[in-house]
């Protein structure tokens, strides 16, 4: 148990250091021709029925949905008598304050119509992305709860686990395609997801960790 503490600790200070370097280089420089390229590559392809789905993709994570979703399946694990994983699926709601934060810190500006196509119009700021850190955070926990409750059916732990694995791997070319965000947004808001998703397992884990050394 020592070592595998010690190998996270290493994989979240790395996280944190990657996350770090990239947010500091991007304050620095807001456009780069490696962002404006991927968006382009990703926007190559365009049609109605794609613009449908990429906004589908990105449904979760726009206000007040985000929100609602989160407290939704928090009160459903609440009621299903699993009230420890309702809560720490509400406190969720707490990377939002973070996410604003660093937005404001680094003030990248959103894509432009100079640069790429816009099929969605956003207010905050560009970096990270808020979407790929909630979805990271919210369907990375869940996929995690699915794996750890056995009591639930297994035909709806394994349909909750693939749609959720789906718009984990979906949510960064849906906001890149959408004008959104660039590439570096959504590498940002993956990192921080997984920094944020570090504290959340590890205190939801640390009383059953407690309990077996206690026996």
């Known amino acids: 148990m020592h070592i595998k503490r010690n190998t996270l600790l290493i994989i979240l200070t790395l996280l944190i250091i990657a996350f770090t370097s990239l947010s500091v280089f991007i304050a620095g420089h807001p456009i780069l021709q490696f962002d404006i390229r991927a968006s382009l590559f990703v926007q190559q392809y365009q049609a109605d029925w794609l613009d449908k789905l990429m906004l589908a993709i990105s449904f979760f994570?726009?206000?007040?949905?985000?929100?609602?979703?989160?407290?939704?399946?928090?009160?459903?694990?609440y009621w299903q008598k699993f009230k420890r994983e309702g809560l720490f699926m509400a406190s969720i709601l707490l990377s939002g304050l973070i996410i604003l934060g660093i937005k404001n810190m680094i003030n990248r500006p959103r894509p432009t119509t100079f640069y790429v196509r816009l099929v969605e119009v956003n207010r905050f700021q560009s970096y990270p992305s808020g979407h790929v850190l909630s979805y990271v955070l919210f369907f990375g926990f869940l996929i995690i709860l699915m794996d750890r409750l056995e009591t639930i059916p297994k035909i709806t732990r394994n349909i909750v686990t693939y749609l959720s694995a789906f718009l984990m791997i979906s949510i960064a070319p849906s906001r890149i395609y959408l004008?959104?965000?660039?590439?570096?947004?959504t590498l940002g808001g993956?990192?921080?997801?997984?920094?944020?998703?570090f504290p959340l397992c590890y205190f939801y884990f640390k009383k059953d960790s407690s309990r077996s050394e206690n026996n």
Do not use: N, R
Not at 64 to 77: C, E, G, H, N, Q
Not at 190 to 197: K, S, V
């Open 190 to 197: 993956f990192l921080l997801g997984l920094i944020c998703l």
């Open 61 to 77: 994570g726009e206000l007040p949905w985000s929100l609602l979703s989160v407290l939704v399946v928090a009160a459903i694990f």
């Open 179 to 185: 004008g959104a965000h660039w590439f570096t947004d």
